[in-house]
């Protein structure tokens, strides 16, 4: 896809994309609400404050591609994938302290965002998608769509039931050959990993990863890698008890991060997973506009899945004072949902994802889920059995 470009190409095409919003005269002179289409297709609704807001994203996402086209002539192409450091000696320290500099480069832009244009190789390569590929024979996706095409399971039948619902009005992903590519995607994936089949929220994920690699066969293996390197074990399983997990140690960082936010919502008798449990399934795809959505992606994709806990905190967090003055449940819903939807502006939101709720190592967050999995077992069993015990009683 990208080796029969030049970068000067690449370069018109990445300004081409990030495009400047202009909202009519009666918009402007009303104050109305405005609708527009963002990077990737989708409708916004905002006012003029949101568009201008979006203006300066836009601005700041043109000055970061002039950052990365900068080092691509400078160290080179590919230049990221020099950023480890290999245990033995044979490095000289000239090229270790090369490797080190270019992963504290690295870390930084990413936080900043990467262009649209080279979002897809960057991606693949940084993520693991592109090693995991190299695995298998190069026919492996094509093999595989055509080994299940036409095979009918209660995954193919729940992922046709939610193709319609998947972004509807998208000018692509609602067409027949969006949904046609987005179903080959998911049932391939369905019959890769048995155990996880498809989950709801898995359309959602597989739907943007479509919009942002171009091609089926790069989507499939950023879902792969997502679901079996980077996102924990058994958050998209039948019983969805990774998930589970998940929400409970967010609860006790909540707690720990917000204790105001925990306290007062606790009070109320708030359960936060009735909002957060979407968060983490479609990653904040259904929740976010998409170019804020794509932002935590990237520095997913390069720090892992401890950032979702991050970013989901700062949602909070920013929204502290208006939530302890809340007196309903409806109130803090609506709150979050207003917040989530208008957060057009990446930076406001991983400035306190990463500034204010402070770093949080994966080893933190592994051992808050080895010990919260015991009891959300203990819950999953007992659920079943009441489950069976009126079946029984039923007959």
């Known amino acids: 896809m990208y080796g029969t470009k030049s970068k000067i190409d690449l370069a018109f095409e990445y300004q081409s994309q990030v495009s400047v919003l202009r909202p009519s005269i009666h918009s402007r002179r ?16 905002g006012n003029v404050d949101d568009v201008n807001v979006l203006n300066e994203v836009r601005e700041k996402v043109r000055q970061q591609g002039r950052v ?41 832009l990413i ?35 055509k080994a299940v095409e036409g095979k009918v399971t209660p995954a193919t039948r729940q992922i046709d039931h939610d193709l319609p619902r998947t972004f509807p009005g998208h000018p692509w992903l609602d067409t027949p050959e969006g949904h046609a590519a987005l179903r080959r995607v998911l049932v391939a994936y369905s019959f890769r990993d048995s155990d996880v089949g498809y989950c709801q929220g898995l359309n959602y994920v597989a739907a ?13 293996w950023m879902l792969a890698v997502l679901l079996e390197n980077v996102l924990v074990n058994d958050c998209y399983t039948n019983n969805l008890s990774g998930c589970h997990v998940e929400q409970r140690v967010f609860k006790d960082l909540l707690a720990k991060k917000c204790p105001r936010i925990a306290s007062h919502l606790e009070a109320l008798e708030f359960d936060v997973s009735l909002v957060t449990t979407e968060w ?9 506009p998409s170019e804020t959505t794509l932002r935590v992606w990237d520095v997913i994709f390069y720090d892992g899945a401890k950032v979702i806990f991050n970013v989901a905190l700062a949602i909070f967090k920013m929204k502290e004072d208006e939530l302890i003055l809340t007196h309903h449940v409806g109130e803090v819903i609506n709150i979050l949902q207003m917040t ?16 204010k709720i402070g770093s949080m190592t994966t080893n933190t967050i592994s051992k808050q889920r080895k010990k919260q999995e015991p009891e959300v077992m203990k819950e999953l069993d007992q659920r079943i059995r009441r489950l069976n015990t009126l079946r029984m009683e039923d007959k």
């Open 111 to 145: 936080r900043k965002g990467i262009p649209p244009v080279l979002r897809p190789k960057v991606w693949f390569s940084l993520s693991g998608a592109a090693k995991k590929k190299s695995t298998v024979p190069e026919s492996y996706y094509e093999d595989l769509t």
């Open 208 to 220: 943007l990863l479509l919009l942002v690699m171009k091609t089926e066969e790069d989507a499939f």
């Open 68 to 108: 990365w086209w900068a080092l691509e002539a400078s160290k080179g192409v590919n230049w990221y994938l020099h950023t480890t450091i290999g245990q033995g000696s044979a490095l000289t320290s000239s090229l270790k302290f090369s490797a080190l500099a270019n992963a504290i480069t690295l870390k930084k």
């Open 30 to 45: 009303a104050n109305l609400t405005v609708k527009f289409q963002d990077l990737y297709g989708f409708t916004v609704e």
């Open 280 to 288: 983490f399934l479609c990653l904040f795809s259904k929740s976010l």
């Open 340 to 355: 989530t939807h208008h957060l057009f502006d990446p930076d406001d939101l991983l400035t306190v994802a990463f500034d």
